[in-house]
């Protein structure tokens, strides 16, 4: 089982990225997914989950509106696109699958 994240990078506030994590090794298409942060010196924060067929998306009140997950079945990939970027959004993000495996994140920073 493995999954990677990639796409992160230093970006102004106001600005967008979008984070890719490129799952194998399990079903992809059975899971949901989730994209879950942590902050310098903060604890892990959850983001987003998306059901498995991806026609269900869940945010945290600090990305609502601001942050859209999807998922492509036939790539077994998962993505999170970010606009309006703040800097509280500063953090390793991370994805996860359902059954408890994670990757090894991807950092995001915003910083004028």
């Known amino acids: 089982v493995q999954l990677v994240e990639s796409g992160g990078g230093l970006v102004q506030p106001g600005g967008s990225l979008r984070l890719s994590c490129a799952a194998s090794?399990?079903?992809?298409?059975?899971?949901?997914m989730s994209w879950v942060r942590q902050a310098p010196g903060k604890g892990l924060e959850w983001v987003s989950e998306i059901n498995s067929g991806g026609g269900s998306t869940y945010y945290a009140d600090s990305v609502k509106g601001r942050f859209t997950a999807s998922r492509d079945n036939a790539k077994n990939t998962l993505y999170l696109q970010m606009n309006s970027l703040k800097p509280e959004d500063t953090a390793l993000y991370y994805c996860?699958?359902?059954?408890?495996?994670w990757g090894q994140g991807t950092q995001v920073t915003v910083s004028s």
């Open positions: 996860a699958a359902s059954h408890g495996s």
């Open positions: 090794g399990f079903a992809f298409r059975d899971y949901y």
